[in-house]
């Protein structure tokens, strides 16, 4: 049974998966099937430039699905798995864990099962053809302390939040299949991202809008936790660079170079708003915003990642600083006002009472 071009993306509708759909079709071309429950993070708007564009097919249906990706598999036969679909934000983890247990290992293991029944089928050139490309986070490894150096593919796993222990868990179940069946799978573990059509619950994109619109800036306890910081697009490039070179069984870390404490990427954003947004007049400066709120429980302190076995073997390196992304990003939110308003539901709203109402200000 020969394979195709065409990959099946799951959770392309969220932040990285719709970037990466538009950025695939940009730089390779070739088919792409979108399997997306659209949970709040979901969004087809994001992919509303592709209503007419005969290379995309958006699926709804929830990747805990056997038969419905079982049947994906089967009729649109695709050479590439690329599984982005997880409950993704850590404060949700903690509030309420269930889903991300659900989705997250219980979806990935469903997608594996499925892909190895699909794999084994195929004839010898199409299974040497077969990727299944795992999209994980830095979060498995856990906290770093001010001077230890960077997560390594190598570094023990770790994970401290709900959140991270769920990907953690499909990390595992993503290796196990390739040592037990021989799955040709690839895992990659990114550091925290930020760009378009990220939904406003994360760092940035909540503190742009919170900026522009005079509401305070909700810091999490000294605002001195450290992120490495990748622009969207870069994320994207490099899943299609090891998506094409990687090596089968291998994991791959991926990272901006970029670590920043979160209370200067909050004054940076702080700045540039005002710059490309002035305030009415007489109002303060955005930096006045800034309040700092109970901390998140069990918070890691410092995340960053050494990705050089992704430059050194596959040649990949990030094409945006964080500076000239941060400015091209809050440009974005400025110009994108039916967007916002699109995902400012009545269920987000109650996101923003229940995890900021009752947070003590410190
Ligand atoms: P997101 O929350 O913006 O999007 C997740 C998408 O998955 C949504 O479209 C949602 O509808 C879909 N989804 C959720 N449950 C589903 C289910 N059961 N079946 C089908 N679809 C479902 O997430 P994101 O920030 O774009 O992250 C994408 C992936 O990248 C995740 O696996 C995440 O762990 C990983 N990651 C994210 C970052 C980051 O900074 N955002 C960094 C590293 C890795
Ligand atoms: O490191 C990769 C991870 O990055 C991804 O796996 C996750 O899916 C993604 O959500 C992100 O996790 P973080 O917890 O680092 O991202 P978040 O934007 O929620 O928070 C970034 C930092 O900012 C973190 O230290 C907590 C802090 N913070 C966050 C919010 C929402 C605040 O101080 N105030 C806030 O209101």
Redesign the pocket.
Known sequence: MPTNDTILV????????SNFVLTWLRAIGSPVIN?????Y???PANLSSLDNDARYLFVR????DAELVGSLLREHKPRAIV???????VDRSISSPEAFI???VQ?TFVLLEQAKMYWSKLDEAGRSAFRFLH????EVYGSLGPDDPAFSETTAYAPNSPYAAS?AASDHLARAYHHTFGLPVLTTN????YGPF??PE?LIPLMILNALEGKPLPVYGDGKNVRDWLFVED?CSAIRTVLGNGRVGHTYNIGGNSERANLDVVTTICDLVDEMRPAAPGAPPRRKLITFVEDRPGHDRRYAIDASKLSRELGWRPAEVFESGLQKTVRWYLENPAWIESVRTGAYREWIRQNYSERVEL
């Not at 249906?61 to 805990?64: E, L, M, N, V």
């Not at 599984?83 to 934000?89: R, T």
């Not at 990114?190 to 991202?193: E, L, P, Q």
């Open positions: 799951t959770g392309g509708a969220g932040f990285i998966g399997l997306d429950a659209l949970s993070a979901g969004n249906g929830d990747i805990c599984h982005f679909a997880a409950e993704s934000h659900r989705t997250n979806g999209v994980s986070t830095d990907k990114c550091s925290n991202n990220q939904f994360k994320h």
